[in-house]
């Protein structure tokens, strides 16, 4: 909150299953999970920085009740469509791919054109070799001025991405001989190395 009150710094909310005035007063879902820091001396500038990232303008997103394999992409169409509605223009590699053109050259320059990357780790992602593809490209541009890269961890830990372990280590394993492997592996560390959002999928009760 201190850093995006200067020049060419920008913070977006993401409200993930709760509403704004859940975070704005410490009510409801977040009040419980924030009770533990009550008697803390840092409180009060937590409450206040709580507030303060509330009242800027964000997307809310609902927890998606369903366990199969779309879970990632039903959460990627909630994400492109709450930013598409906030006016930002946004590339998702199944939107604006005309018919008749190599897909490969469209989405390389859409990343090179773009300024931020919402990379979405699933358990899965690492078992297509076009979504690797794509993120040594996006690792390539985000060390560039005004480029940046948030990584989402949908239902996988940091380190499973950044190792290839668990469930992405066991999407990874169809790959281990490819002679691009050394290259995804290097990417996938690099990309869980950064600032990134831990969400966990949300099952039908």
Not at 59 to 72: V, W
């Amino acid at each position: 909150m201190g850093c995006q009150t200067m020049d060419e710094h920008t913070a977006y909310p993401v409200f993930y299953d709760v509403e704004p005035t859940e975070v704005r007063k410490q009510t409801g879902s977040v009040g419980d999970a924030f009770a533990k820091h009550k008697d803390d001396e840092a409180a009060r500038k937590w409450r206040e920085a709580l507030k303060e990232a509330s009242d800027l303008a964000g997307f809310e997103l609902k927890s998606i009740a369903n366990g199969g394999e779309d879970t990632r992409k039903n959460f990627v169409d909630h994400l492109y469509y709450a930013l598409t509605q906030k006016g930002i223009e946004t590339y998702k590699d199944d939107q604006k791919i005309k018919q008749g053109k190599m897909i490969s050259d469209e989405l390389i320059k859409a990343i090179e054109d773009s300024k931020f990357y919402i990379i979405v780790f699933s358990k899965n992602y690492a078992s297509s070799s076009w979504c690797l593809e794509e993120l040594v490209k996006i690792m390539g541009c985000q060390t560039m001025d005004e480029h940046t890269a948030y990584p989402v961890f949908y239902d996988v830990e940091p380190t499973e991405v950044r190792k290839q372990t668990g469930s992405v280590g066991d999407a990874f394993a169809k790959h281990k001989d490819d002679e691009a492997a050394r290259k995804w592996r290097e990417a996938l560390k690099e990309a869980s190395d950064l600032a990134g959002f831990e969400l966990k999928s949300i099952a039908n009760g």
